[in-house]
């Protein structure tokens, strides 16, 4: 019987195999590439010889990823580990290098492979499912990175903008900041302009079956020429995303002049 601890990282794998007698047979890094794992495999294989399968044991401190999924493919016998347990078996000698991690996966295989649980190949299906929740994980985490830098960004240079729109990532706000992506061009703008701007999120503005506004968004968008005000407000506030109470302060600014009143210059800062 031999165990092969593999060591993996994001940029290459270090394998260690030992024998019955704990004494190291083979090692071997690789670069986490298709190539690399062919040449892993390859090795691994090559030490086991065909019965393989039933005569090597792979332990490795994951259940998932290109890696495990390529031994899976292969029929190479997989038992993943929790991590923490290599992290005191460390203890002991003091030093961490990527081979002597591997080693000591190697002889937790050795000493308590009885106790560790086989990982099984997933159907394609699962497969499938598992790679669409990754995805869904890292363009989450990617969405939240980027509304972090615009908002660190806006508070710095354009810090309303923060009042006015409940989420950075809707529709609403990123029309608007594209359209007028200073304070300078916001405070140029007309109301007409804006207002056509949010119209463009669909909630501001919505067309009735009969391709025409109907009353209380068209009077959202009359500039206040004539329209209830109540109605001018929720129309607004679902345009951009507020609160309904939230916008009478706005409101009360649309309604004082024919510039943009979102912005005040008195509170803008030195650029």
């Not at 092969?4 to 890094?29: F, N, P, T, Y």
Request: with cysteine.
């Amino acid at each position: 019987m031999w165990y092969a601890g593999l060591d993996w990282a994001d940029e290459h794998h270090d394998v260690v195999i030992i024998d019955e007698a704990a004494r190291q047979v083979a090692s071997k890094r690789v670069a986490h590439t298709t190539e690399g794992v062919d040449e892993l495999i390859s090795l691994l294989k090559s030490i086991a010889g065909a019965a393989f399968k039933e005569d090597l044991a792979c332990i490795v401190e994951t259940n998932r990823g290109l890696l495990i999924t390529a031994l899976l493919e292969a029929g190479l016998t997989v038992y993943p580990v929790n991590p923490k347990t290599i992290d005191r078996r460390r203890v002991a000698s003091g030093a961490k290098t990527d081979r002597i991690d591997a080693y000591l996966l190697a002889k937790l295989g050795r000493s308590d492979l009885v106790d560790l649980r086989r990982l099984e190949p997933d159907s394609p299906t699962i497969q499938q499912l598992k790679a669409l929740a990754r995805d869904q994980d890292g363009l989450t985490q990617m969405q939240t990175g980027l509304v972090n830098q615009l908002t660190a960004c806006l508070k710095a240079y354009y810090p309303v903008a923060l009042q006015l729109f409940t989420k950075l990532q809707q529709r609403s706000t990123l029309l608007f900041l594209q359209a007028f992506p200073t304070p300078q061009a916001a405070q140029a703008a007309t109301q007409d302009e804006i207002m056509a701007v949010l119209a463009q999120t669909g909630g501001a503005l919505q067309s009735d079956q009969s391709g025409s506004p109907d009353r209380g968004n068209a009077a959202a968008a009359s500039a206040g020429g004539g329209c209830d005000h109540d109605q001018h407000e929720s129309a607004l506030a679902a345009g951009v995303g507020w609160p309904t109470a939230a916008p009478a302060r706005t409101d009360r600014r649309l309604r004082q002049g024919h510039r943009s009143p979102f912005f005040d210059s008195r509170r803008q800062p030195d650029l």
